[in-house]
């Protein structure tokens, strides 16, 4: 099954990979963007340049989709102005088209307690303030689908691959130039990474079968749950040198935190790095016929092509 499918924020990592996973699964694909952001669009796809704070504007270009993909994105600095408005366009967008909502999810809402292993009914209870956020989006996300309104959560860990923008260019491999590697917490804590490009080829494989869904569905993507040792193992691996490990210094994050706002919101979740979590996938591999996965190695090896680092190691 396929259809028109919206990509709200079609220009950012996961929205630019997913617009292009829909068009090659055949979907007739249009990109959301910004107007200076419309070079950034997939090619072969309808490019929208529309503001998507503009609500009206939005749901009126969501005409005739079959499926409206959530993956606006701000800056952590303004998450707490943002994203719920973001939200409540991509629902309006949707109810507008008489589409599916489709959105990615994250573990924040889990909280410092969470167990080693999260599944679709692992409670919530959020410790942080983009944790609470996030439940408050759903929330609102699973009212909306009592009123008729189909929803589709695709859960995973933080993203790698493609665009530079995570936490593997801007913290592990910031200083690589000068033969230096850094890792956010303990070396042997278990942390879920989602490669891009599976976890955006797992999007059009669940459009595929919405109609076979309940109203409010929601889905882990299990990626690479991998201890910070066996990163930076896989990096030496690819790159065949050795590289000096250093810890994240979060210490002097916390004291600069009052003054520098994207520290204050790093380290309301730092806990991601000192509790061990995966994401179990069970209900996802028993939705649809297989799940996109490519081999830690692999996956890890493009990724540190795409980000220069060869060439800068």
């Known amino acids: ?11 950012g990592r996961l929205g630019r990979a997913a617009a292009e996973m ?12 910004r107007g ?6 997939a090619p072969g796809t309808e490019v929208i340049t529309l503001d998507a704070r503009d609500t009206e504007s939005v749901a009126e270009a969501a005409a005739g ?4 993909l959530h993956a606006l994105n701000v800056p952590y600095t303004q998450w707490q102005t943002e994203a719920f408005r973001l939200a409540e366009t991509a629902v309006a967008a949707a109810r507008a088209a008489g589409a599916t909502l489709m959105m990615p999810g994250n573990v924040y809402g889990y909280g410092a307690g969470m167990p080693a292993v999260l599944d679709e009914d692992t409670p919530m209870r959020p410790t942080s303030r983009k944790g609470a956020l996030r439940v408050a989006i759903e929330e609102r996300l699973r009212a909306e689908s009592e009123d008729g309104l189909r929803v589709v959560i695709l859960r995973a860990g933080d993203f790698y691959g493609g665009d530079a923008g995570g936490w593997l260019d801007r913290v592990v491999l910031n200083h690589i ?15 879920p990474w989602a490669y891009l490009p599976d976890l955006a080829a797992t999007f059009p494989k669940l459009a595929a079968v919405r109609d076979t869904l309940p109203p409010f569905a929601s889905f882990g993507f299990a990626g690479h749950a991998v201890t910070g040792r066996e990163l930076i193992d896989a990096i030496v691996h690819a790159l065949g040198r050795a590289f000096k490990i250093d810890r994240m210094q979060w210490w002097m994050l916390r004291l600069a935190a009052p003054v520098v706002p994207v520290f204050r919101e790093l380290v309301d979740i730092d ?10 996938e069970r209900r996802l591999a028993a939705t649809i016929d297989a799940i996109p996965h490519t081999p830690f190695e692999a996956a890890l090896a493009a990724a540190l092509y795409e980000l220069g680092a060869t060439r800068r190691a």
């Open 271 to 280: 806990y991601l790095w000192t509790v061990p979590h995966r994401i179990d």
């Open 1 to 11: 099954m396929s259809g028109r499918v919206l990509v709200l924020g079609a220009a």
């Open 177 to 191: 130039s000068h033969g230096r590697l850094a890792y956010p917490g303990p070396l042997d804590v278990v942390h």
């Open 65 to 68: 989709a079959d499926v409206v």
């Open 36 to 41: 200076r952001a419309a070079s950034r669009a």
């Open 22 to 33: 829909f068009r090659d699964a055949g979907w007739q694909v249009a990109s959301l963007v």
